[in-house]
Each structure stands twice: as structure tokens, then as C-alpha cells.
């Protein structure tokens, strides 16, 4: 099934959900990991049902439910299967009348900038996930899910010393904003916006970046 474009998921009108960097994120505020480990048990029930279990991540905690839906391929990305997927599990939360936070969801991304992915792309996978194999496209992903992604940003060659490493946070595109202006009143600076909403690079009061990230304004 196709790739859906970034117009496609804004238009799917998703209330309880928001695309980060691959996948569909939701946020559920249970309050107890009884009800949290109930709804995770009817959220892959129901996934499982639709012959779309392997689209399904799920974490637990005390008092929140997230998942994570996507497809897998040679990419990881959002199809119309996903956005049925996500209004299906919408309908099991709200059987167990838990709160929607959308705007909680949140990715950290590592970046590396490489002219040659092709040539790290082998020892970032083999040294955090064992298998010297496991990049799909520009990214090294965990499947176990226990890691950030790691993504290698394409330059052209440079010298070591500069900066090659930043960290992408990913955020529901409501509150990219408030997210800047906290960072900036705690003694960061804005380094270049001229791609928000799509990312704005900050930096700390050393220099270090860091780039917020929303899926607007993407293919």
C-alpha cells in the first residue's frame, strides 16, 4: 500500500493522534496500569482482528498508554491502513473512557551528518542493535524498541572537528512553539527557522544543536 503524504495524514483529521518522524503517535492518561493494561490487551486484540498486528507498537506505563502504528517495508512509514488502524483504537480507548493527550507525544531522533552512510551506516547498526544489517534506508532502527533511531543526514565531506552529531526532537506541531520559546528563555538561541514548521535548529548556550521537528510541511 502507498506511502500517505504529509497532506494526506492532515486531511485524515486524526483527533488522538499526530505523526512524528515515521510512525502515528497516541497518547493515553489511564491513571492506572489496570486500566492501561486493559486497554493495551484490547488495542492489540483489535489489531490483531484487522490483520494489522505487526503495524502495532505499544508501551505501558502507571498512568499512561502510548502507541505507535506505522508499516513496515523497506522504509517505516504511514499508510491508509494505519490511519484506519488509528481511528479503530481511537473507538477502544474511548470504550475505556481514557484521556486523548496528543499533544504529549514526543520522538528523539540521533543525527549524524555523514557524506557516506553507506560506510558507517554498518558499524552504528552492528554496535547498537547487533546486526550490521539493520539499516533500513538512512536509518538504523532498534527492533526492539528500546533505542532512539539514528538517522544519517546527508553532506558533503568535512572536516571532523565540526559539529557532525545533533539530536531531532519530533513533537505534535502544536506545541513546536511553546517548546522553542522555553528552550530560548532558558539561554538558548534560535541558529535557523527558515524551515519551520518542518524543523528549527536551536543551539545551547555552548553551541550545541539541537532541531525541533513537526511533520508539516513535508513530501
Known amino acids: 500500500m502507498d506511502r500517505l503524504t504529509t497532506q494526506d495524514i492532515v486531511d485524515a483529521a486524526l ?7 515515521q510512525r502515528l503517535h497516541g497518547r493515553f ?26 503495524h502495532l507498537e505499544a508501551t505501558l506505563t502507571p498512568t499512561h498508554v502510548d502507541l505507535r ?12 491502513d494505519d490511519v484506519a488502524l488509528a481511528r479503530l483504537l481511537s473507538d477502544v480507548a474511548r470504550r475505556h473512557e481514557v ?40 536509518t538504523v532502527f532498534d527492533p526492539t524498541g528500546q533505542l532512539p533511531s539514528m538517522w544519517f543526514q546527508g553532506t558533503e565531506p568535512h572536516d571532523v572537528p565540526r559539529q557532525r552529531w545533533h539530536l531531532d526532537l519530533w513533537v505534535a506541531p502544536e506545541v513546536a512553539d511553546a517548546r522553542i520559546a522555553a528552550a530560548i528563555a532558558a539561554g538558548g538561541t534560535v541558529v535557523d527557522d527558515s524551515e519551520a514548521p518542518s524543523f528549527t535548529v536551536l543551539a545551547d548556550p555552548e553551541g550545541n544543536k539541537v532541531c525541533v521537528c513537526t511533520f508539516l510541511d513535508r513530501g
Request: charge should be negative; aromatic fraction near 4%.
Open 29 to 54: 492518561r489511564t491513571g492506572d496500569p489496570g486500566v492501561g493494561a486493559a486497554l493495551v490487551s484490547d488495542a492489540v486484540r483489535a489489531a490483531a482482528e484487522a490483520s494489522l498486528g505487526d
Open 99 to 138: 484521556t486523548s493527550v496528543p499533544g504529549e507525544v514526543t520522538q528523539v531522533e540521533l543525527a549524524l551528518d555523514t557524506a557516506d552512510d553507506g560506510r558507517l551506516g554498518p558499524f552504528w547498526a552492528a554496535v547498537l542493535t547487533g546486526d550490521p544489517d539493520g539499516v533500513v534506508a538512512d
Open 69 to 80: 502504528i506505522a508499516t513496515h517495508g523497506e522504509g517505516i512509514w504511514v499508510t491508509a
Open 15 to 21: 483527533a488522538d493522534w499526530r505523526k512524528l518522524a
